[in-house]
């Protein structure tokens, strides 16, 4: 069975920080991985994706992941926080690609 | 931007009412998803379609029920309406399928609902 773990409902970070959300990952076969950020009263954008290529993911805005199959996670970090990344990211697992399993989402305030 | 729209996008009612709610896609895409979202959750599947009139059932079905009669629509009825059904629920679309796709999920804007 497929499922994720977002480690931290909430994280507060001083702008300018390193940002790390963490997301674990179960699944029985190498899985597709996804990062999606959704900003208030919007739908959800996709941030990165890990499709069994390079393990060192580089997204939109700066942000990056890197897939660790022998902890099965995949975290997301930015090495500088800005204002404008407060927001609610959501990571995502996929086994078969038609369909996808949602953590339960963290919350990122950055504190100027 | 993914061509994804959703009706209504906010919509009240009493409990025990039929609500239907609307995925309309200009991306040609052969999988659509329907998810609610609500605190603590994240976001959850309710059905999903792999192809016109080909649906399936996601983790939290019971009370919902999706048609899918043109590959651009995808439908969402709840047919009697409770209160535990208020939500925000979002449309999703893939390309999964398509030779060489690994097919992320392009999210709509949302559908608020509540259920007095």
């Known amino acids: 069975a497929q499922s994720v773990t977002q480690l931290g409902s909430h994280v507060s970070v001083s702008e300018g920080a390193l940002v790390l959300l963490r997301c674990n990952y179960s699944?029985?076969?190498?899985?597709?991985l996804f990062w999606y950020v959704q900003y208030p009263n919007q739908g959800l954008q996709l941030l990165l994706k890990?499709?069994?290529?390079?393990?060192l993911v580089k997204g939109i805005n700066g942000f990056e992941a890197e897939f660790k199959k022998s902890e099965t996670s995949f975290h997301l970090t930015k090495p500088s926080a800005h204002m404008s990344d407060a927001a609610e990211y959501f990571c995502?697992?996929?086994?078969?690609?038609?369909?996808?399993?949602f953590g339960t989402g963290t919350s990122l305030t950055v504190i100027p | 931007d993914a061509g994804i729209t959703q009706s209504p996008r906010h919509k009240v009612t009493e409990t025990g009412t039929p609500v239907t709610l609307r995925c309309h896609q200009t991306?040609?895409?052969?999988?659509m998803y329907w998810y609610r979202q609500d605190p603590g959750h994240g976001l959850r599947l309710i059905h999903y379609?792999?192809?016109?009139?080909?649906?399936d059932k996601g983790e939290v079905s019971d009370g919902y029920s999706v048609s899918r009669s043109k590959t651009e629509d995808f439908l969402l009825t709840l047919e009697s309406a409770t209160s535990s059904q208020t939500s925000v629920y979002f449309c999703?679309?893939?390309?999964?399928?398509?030779?060489?796709?690994?097919?992320?999920?392009?999210f709509g804007e949302g559908s608020r609902l509540t259920v007095l």
């Open positions: 999703a679309i893939s390309e999964w399928g398509t030779s060489g796709v690994t097919g992320e999920l392009f």
């Open positions: 379609s792999y192809g016109v009139k080909d649906t």
């Open positions: 995502a697992v996929s086994e078969s690609g038609n369909q996808f399993y």
């Open positions: 991306e040609n895409h052969r999988y």
């Open positions: 890990y499709t069994s290529a390079a393990t």
């Open positions: 699944s029985s076969v190498p899985p597709y």
